[in-house]
């Protein structure tokens, strides 16, 4: 899976680099903009997470500290 999985990745980034223009400063405005908005879901989600993360673990029945009373 992990090769099939690699193999996705390297045609993508192919197709990504095939669409050359002969001048190098004509640039895909539209895709662009896309690609921000994605690799800014992106960074939100994984800050949301990352701050969310310690309080949606479950707690193991070792941890409760009120049962050893």
Known sequence: ??????????????????????????YNYERLRIGGLVFTCLLVAGGIIVILWNRCKGKKKGDDDSSQI
């Not at 999985?5 to 001048?23: H, K, M, P, S, Y």
């Open 1 to 26: 899976m992990g090769q099939f999985l690699g193999l996705i990745v390297l045609a993508v980034i192919c197709a990504f680099f095939t669409e050359a223009e002969a001048n190098p400063f004509v």
